[in-house]
């Protein structure tokens, strides 16, 4: 599977651990930066393009890391048709896949050890879509909604 990674300098040596990790799993690996450490660097230069990447690859999955992961989250989430999650153990990356069809894997280096970001990713990747009918109704409102800003309508509630 093609990887797209990316942070920032909190998550700089942890995205390092999991390139050689995930290249040493068969996987290709494209590094879209930071390319060596810099504590002024600022994320969005880097996780955006991981982010595009993936929203112009099918079937490829991008991993963005940072401090908190927070950041790197949101600007992730600005790119059309992504959906990035913040997880921060391995049973949140399988629902994330399951549940939500997120593409996009987000980590916090200061809270995460590199075993337990290791673990994460490998379940992320290892996880499919469930493309059970309610959760497939729910990731094409948000798309509707991102696409039109088509709001869902509620349910009717009158009997």
Do not use: W
Not at 22 to 40: K, M, R, S, T
Not at 60 to 79: F, I, P, T
């Amino acid at each position: 599977m093609r990887i797209h990674i990316a942070g920032d300098h909190a998550a700089y040596e942890l995205q390092q651990a999991l390139i050689a990790h995930l290249e040493g799993a068969g996987h290709e690996v494209i590094n879209h930066g930071p390319f060596h450490y810099d504590e002024q660097d600022d994320y969005p230069v880097y996780v955006l393009r991981a982010a595009e990447a993936v929203a112009a690859e099918s079937g490829s999955r991008g991993v963005v890391l940072g401090g908190s992961g927070n950041g790197e989250q949101m600007a992730a989430n600005k790119v059309r048709g992504i959906r990035a999650a913040l997880c921060s153990s391995s049973e949140l990356a399988a629902l994330a896949r399951e549940h939500n069809d997120a593409q996009v894997l987000s980590i916090g280096a200061r809270f995460t050890s590199v075993d337990e970001a290791t673990s994460i990713v490998d379940t992320f990747l290892a996880t499919e879509f469930s493309d059970e009918a309610r959760h497939r109704r729910r990731v094409g409102m948000v798309s509707a909604y991102e696409s039109d800003r088509t709001l869902p309508a509620p349910p009717d509630t009158t009997d």
